[in-house]
């Protein structure tokens, strides 16, 4: 397979994210399309680790499990605080988590 098609696929899942980020009012759906940012960075590494040898493969893989565990760590504390919001409001709206200042 070819470099442009790991790219291709890397910018629709990064644009997909963006969009979802930007026009979401949900935070569950937030956190999801900070994970499909988070998964087209690490097929963008992947891709590129292997265009440039065997080296380079090796520490773009390291690299990207260091970005899947911080992945999973902002799931976990995401959802926490997402729990948290919906204890207090009964809803997990984006718009109304503002009223929570003071």
């Given at each position: 397979m070819l470099l442009n098609q790991f790219l291709l696929l890397g910018a629709v899942l990064f644009c997909t994210g963006v969009y979802g980020v930007?026009?979401?009012?949900?935070?569950?759906?937030?956190?999801?399309?900070?994970?499909?940012?988070l998964?087209?960075?690490?097929?963008?590494?992947?891709?590129?680790?292997?265009?440039?040898?065997?080296a380079a493969a090796v520490a773009s893989q390291v690299f990207a499990l260091f970005v899947i565990t911080v992945a999973a760590a902002e799931v976990g504390v995401g959802l926490a605080?997402?729990?948290?919001?919906?204890?207090?409001?009964?809803?997990?709206?984006?718009?109304?988590?503002?009223?929570?200042?003071?």
């Open positions: 930007l026009a979401r009012r949900n935070a569950v759906l937030v956190l999801m399309s900070i994970e499909l940012i998964n087209a960075v690490n097929i963008n590494l992947l891709a590129f680790g292997a265009m440039h040898g065997e605080i997402v729990l948290l919001i919906y204890r207090n409001r009964t809803s997990v709206d984006l718009d109304q988590v503002d009223l929570m200042r003071g």
